[in-house]
Nanobody
Framework: EVQLQASGGGLVQAGGSLRLSCVAS????????IGWFRQAPGREREGIAG????????YYSRSVRGRFTISSDNAKNTVYLQMNNLKPDDTAVYYC?????????????????????WGQGTLVTVSS
């Protein structure tokens, strides 16, 4: 069993920054892959970033690449999502999710149904 706790959301103006955190209880955190997903009303759940703690590989959606950075601190069992140059359409509930890192994570990282464990989500609101 893995428990995840997402935090760091809030209200910011367009162009601002936030740093989200995801703390995991995984026994072998370094064997897991962690993804960040977001969901806004009327939109599909969107995978925006993923990281494999096995090799440090990272992946980003086209919508956030160049603005968001995912990183992992294995000593703290924590994954971060640094979000810069936020836009109003970034407004959503952000979730972190974990799965034992699969061999084909490079093509599975943004598939929400591949993840076994989910945090409760944290709300990010970006005002114009």
């Amino acid at each position: 069993e893995v428990q995840l706790q997402a935090s760091g959301g809030g209200l910011v103006q367009a162009g601002g920054s936030l740093r989200l955190s995801c703390v995991a209880s995984a026994f072998r955190f370094d064997r897991y892959a962690i993804g960040w997903f977001r969901q806004a009303p009327g939109r599909e759940r969107e995978g925006i970033a993923g990281i494999s703690n096995l090799d440090g590989s990272t992946y980003y959606s086209r919508s956030v690449r160049g603005r968001f950075t995912i990183s992992s601190d294995n000593a703290k069992n924590t994954v971060y999502l640094q979000m810069n140059n936020l836009k109003p359409d970034d407004t959503a509930v952000y979730y972190c999710a974990a799965v034992p890192s699969p061999v084909q994570y490079n093509i599975l990282w943004d598939e929400w149904d591949e993840y076994n464990y989910w945090g409760q989500g944290t709300l990010v609101t970006v005002s114009s």
